[in-house]
């Protein structure tokens, strides 16, 4: 594809990525805020993400043989049009029915937003490999952009739902979203340039599991590091932060809401900011294989570090004060900028180490593994909340860190001190 058309293209699928995790950060938050004020607890809140994950870590399996054998944009488009039908069935829910029921209902809506979520990542991730300039650090600069502004705006989504839930509603704001993507969606599909890859008949299933060993190392350290973000993000922060904030009262539940999505938000887009700033941040563009793998090492397990200190601090002052909740605060927002740049690193090592015949399937497969890793910080995120309160969900994510840390240690450069282009 000559560069015109390749960037408009990388436009096209950045703007159909943004729309789409605009509202899912908002979905999330809705979901998450909504069934607390019924009284849920922290291990049924983890529930109703369950599904979300475990479609997720499914869907990756199996989207990047979808998109080789169809090709990116019909996996694009059916990622946007099933989240549309996600935030219509959600607005279906009645507050009349049992417990169980509810749950039930929204874990399978949230199983189908998991998977809209993953088929539009992976797409929009493998067209970033093909579309990229081919001069030295340009694909680190473009993967850096994407996942950093895509990050951004979900922190937005945060915020916006939390907004509307307490303006709105849970269903006024689930149907005013399904409208707004559905018209993005339309405006995509019409607009969207020709030349990504339409897909070759003879693509086996098989060839998702990858026989490069850098892959899978890289997969491996994924998995757990996504866990150490989400074992308390998920549950533990947003429960803690409304324990300490809400009064009881409509308009406490409603300032609660408000300093929570705003947190939130605040931590995806500062998340985003640093991810996009990671090439110029690491001095990417003049830097050999060899040195950003051994970056990779050094900065996961400098994050080790911090939720270790919180998780001790915690431990140390079991009852909250202003003073906990800012330093909080603050060790939170240095643990995102510190695992922004991880994931950055992550995010373009798997194209790096992709050749570009495979590379829907190998970042189909690392994004199996991320949604393994969502999976499981999500379900330790309850459990540990529960159990442990916020002390043990940080201590937690220290502990998956170390494991990350290892999986990081066993990733090689070439002999060549350049990336390999194929499956070897």
Not at 8 to 22: G, N, P, Q, R
Not at 49 to 62: D, K, M, P, Q, R
Not at 368 to 377: D, P, S, T
Request: charged content about 10%; hydrophobic content about 55%; some cysteine.
């Amino acid at each position: 594809m000559n560069a015109p058309h390749a960037g408009a293209a990388y436009v096209a699928v950045t703007a159909a990525y943004w729309a789409f995790m605009l509202t899912d950060g908002a979905l999330r938050m809705l979901v998450l805020l909504h069934f607390h004020t019924l009284g849920f607890s922290p291990v049924q809140l983890a529930y109703l993400f369950v599904l979300y994950e475990i479609a997720g870590v499914v869907t990756n399996l199996s989207a990047g043989w979808i998109a080789a054998r169809f090709g990116l944009t019909s996996t694009l488009y059916a990622g946007l049009a099933l989240q549309v039908g996600a935030l219509v069935a959600l607005a279906q829910l009645d507050p009349n029915w049992t417990v169980a029921a509810s749950v039930v209902f929204v874990m399978a809506v949230q199983g189908a937003s998991g998977v809209a979520k993953d088929l539009s990542k992976m797409s929009a991730k493998s067209a970033v490999k093909l579309l990229a300039p081919a001069e030295q650090g340009g694909l680190f600069r473009w993967v850096a952009l994407l996942t950093g502004s895509k990050n951004a705006v979900k922190g937005i989504g945060f915020l916006i739902g939390a907004v509307l839930l307490g303006w709105v509603g849970l269903k006024g704001a689930v149907l005013g979203m399904a409208a707004v993507l559905a018209l993005i969606l339309l405006v995509i599909i019409l607009k969207m340039p020709a030349g990504l890859p339409t897909g070759r008949k003879d693509a086996k299933f098989r060839e998702v599991f990858s026989k490069n060993a850098n892959v899978n190392w890289l997969s491996f350290a994924r998995v757990f590091l996504f866990a150490a973000r989400d074992v308390w993000f998920v549950v533990g922060i947003p429960i803690y932060f409304y324990a300490v904030l809400s009064d009881g009262t409509e308009a406490g539940n409603r300032a609660a809401f408000f300093t929570i999505g705003s947190f939130m938000a605040l931590w995806i887009i500062l998340y985003g900011a640093v991810q996009a700033a990671a090439p110029k941040l690491l001095k990417a563009k003049s830097r050999p294989e060899a040195e950003i793998i051994r970056d990779a090492r050094s900065w996961v397990a400098a994050l080790v570090i911090l939720p270790t200190g919180l998780a001790l601090l915690t431990y140390v002052t079991p009852e909250p004060t202003g003073w906990l909740t800012a330093t909080l605060i603050g060790g939170l927002l240095v643990f995102g900028a510190l695992f922004a740049v991880n994931s950055a690193l992550h995010s373009y090592l798997i194209l790096a180490f992709s050749s570009g015949e495979r590379v829907t399937m190998d970042v189909g497969f690392y994004y199996m593994a991320n949604a393994a890793g969502r999976l499981l910080g999500t379900v330790l995120s309850g459990a540990s909340y529960q159990i442990g309160g916020l002390p043990l969900c940080l201590g937690t994510a220290a502990a998956l860190l170390a494991l990350s840390t290892f999986g990081a240690g066993r990733l090689k450069a070439s002999e060549s001190g350049q990336f390999a282009k194929g499956n070897a």
